[in-house]
């Protein structure tokens, strides 16, 4: 499987962060569809994901302004993240779970830098 | 949220030595523990799922252990390009979701 991370690379404070993962060279279909973030110089921050079917889960510290969607019939999920600020600023990976925890394919990951 | 707790944060040590990273939970996760491995500018990659199964093309001295809240990732004999940060990943049931450690960087002694 292959991943492509897209959406702007800047977003004004307050605004919408919007990004989306295309798979492609296998299925998407009964998978876990992760977002992952790194901010500049930090660790790994787990986002949120969505299942095949719809279902979602998030961070808690995120889940007030996070949504994620998967739309299978185009094989590609997204991310949107509502009122931004600096501290968003961060280097954001998709990823499939192959299995529990087993981040198994990676995106090569986009940097959002958050800014007016 | 299950926190996940990641010691030592930094090691140093000479290449052919063995390392051994701490991963501790706040509550049990069963083994739905992973171990990454990230190199500068690079994107992470899977080393152990299910705490101690090595993921495909993995060398054979890295190895994982543990269950509940206790789990370990050890480096038989460090290589120069094992020099990395380290970083564990659960999976919980309830609430459904994942954390990551803070990471352990190994660094060249």
């Known amino acids: 499987v292959q991943l492509q991370e897209s959406g702007p690379g800047l977003v004004k404070p307050s605004e919408t962060l919007s990004l989306t993962c295309t798979v492609s060279?296998?299925?998407?279909?009964?998978?876990?569809w992760s977002w992952i973030r790194q901010p500049p110089g930090k660790g790994l921050e787990w986002i949120g994901y969505?299942?095949?079917?719809?279902?979602?889960s998030y961070s808690p510290s995120l889940k007030s302004r996070v949504t994620i969607s998967i739309d299978t019939s185009r094989k590609h999920f997204s991310l949107r993240l509502r009122a931004v600020t600096a501290a968003d600023t961060a280097l954001y990976y998709c990823?499939?779970?192959?299995?529990?925890?087993?981040?198994?394919?990676w995106g090569q990951g986009t940097l959002v830098t958050v800014s007016s | 949220e299950i926190v996940l707790t990641q010691s030592p944060a930094t090691l140093s040590l000479s290449p052919g030595e063995r390392a051994s990273l701490s991963c501790r939970a706040s509550?049990?996760?069963?083994?739905?523990l992973a171990w990454y491995q990230q190199k500068p500018g690079q994107v992470p990659r899977l080393l152990i799922y299910?705490?101690?199964n090595p993921a495909p093309g993995i060398p054979a001295r890295f190895s994982g252990s543990g269950s509940g809240t206790d789990f370990t990732l050890t480096i038989s004999s460090l290589e120069p390009e094992d020099f990395a940060v380290y970083y564990c990943?659960?999976?919980?049931?309830?609430?459904?979701?994942?954390?990551f450690g803070g990471g352990s960087k190994v660094e060249i002694k």
């Open positions: 990823a499939r779970e192959g299995g529990p925890a087993a981040f198994d394919d």
């Open positions: 060279a296998g299925s998407i279909g009964s998978y876990y």
């Open positions: 969505v299942h095949s079917s719809g279902s979602t």
């Open positions: 509550q049990s996760v069963g083994s739905y």
């Open positions: 299910n705490a101690s």
């Open positions: 990943l659960q999976r919980s049931r309830w609430p459904p979701g994942l954390t």
